[in-house]
């Protein structure tokens, strides 16, 4: 069965740091990849998402993630982070319809 | 407004004692799933159903039971809960049973079984 790691399990830093989150997944074949964003007593709603094409992919609020087939990643990355942006992050793959979510990123942004 | 739903939104019951946690998306999407997240472990599927009485199990479906009797609806039962089922439920649902498909997630459930 695939797997997802998400590296770091806390995150903090301040305004206007450079963010970027790790996910490693275990699948040989073909993935979709997605970014979901729980922000406090919120929904997890979806960030962004990678099925095909550019494997540089640009979602909401600033972030983007990169997919690098060879090494079976898809961090996570913001330039300037706010202090909004706090928020837990997963990353999820989707194979053949097995979805799978990695444990989490909480991120602290400090004002 | 798009939306799933999911009642009650806190719960405390005691072990054996059956429950049934609800879910309704009225975005009229064919895919639906239930998943429990727990600390340290992320989110995991339970159960999942692909269109209206087409039900499968996910990663941790002891314990667990689904039904999909019409599109909109899909709720969670658990015949006899243990402490171990204690943890925040979230249903979500997706247009298509496709793997390229944005799910969306109703607000949680924060179960505790004592």
């Known amino acids: 069965a695939q797997s997802v790691s998400q590296h770091n399990h806390h995150v903090i830093l301040s305004e206007a740091a450079s963010l970027e989150l790790g996910c490693n997944y275990s699948?040989?074949?073909?993935?979709?990849l997605f970014w979901y964003v729980q922000y406090p007593g919120q929904h997890l709603q979806l960030l962004l998402k990678y099925f095909s094409g550019d494997p540089l992919v640009k979602g909401i609020k600033g972030f983007e993630a990169e997919f690098i087939k060879s090494k079976f990643s898809f961090n996570l990355r913001k330039p300037s982070v706010q202090w909004s942006d706090t928020a837990e992050y997963f990353c999820?793959?989707?194979?053949?319809?097995?979805?799978?979510f990695g444990a989490g990123t909480r991120l602290t942004v400090k004002p | 407004e798009a939306q799933v739903t999911q009642n009650p939104r806190y719960l405390i019951t005691v072990t054996g004692k059956k429950l049934t946690v609800t879910c309704s998306q009225n975005m009229n999407h064919e895919y639906m799933s239930w998943y429990r997240q727990d600390p340290g472990l992320g989110l995991r599927q339970i159960y999942y159903?692909?269109?209206?009485?087409?039900?499968d199990k996910g990663d941790v479906p002891e314990g667990y039971k689904v039904s999909r009797k019409e599109k909109r609806n899909f709720p969670l039962i658990l015949e006899s809960p243990s402490p171990n089922q204690t943890s925040l439920y979230f249903c979500?649902?997706?247009?298509?049973?496709?793997?390229?498909?944005?799910?969306?997630f109703g607000p949680g459930t924060r179960l505790t079984v004592l």
């Open positions: 699948y040989g074949g073909t993935v979709n």
């Open positions: 999820a793959v989707n194979a053949d319809n097995d979805m799978r």
């Open positions: 979500a649902s997706s247009i298509l049973a496709v793997t390229t498909d944005t799910q969306y």
């Open positions: 159903s692909m269109n209206v009485e087409v039900t």
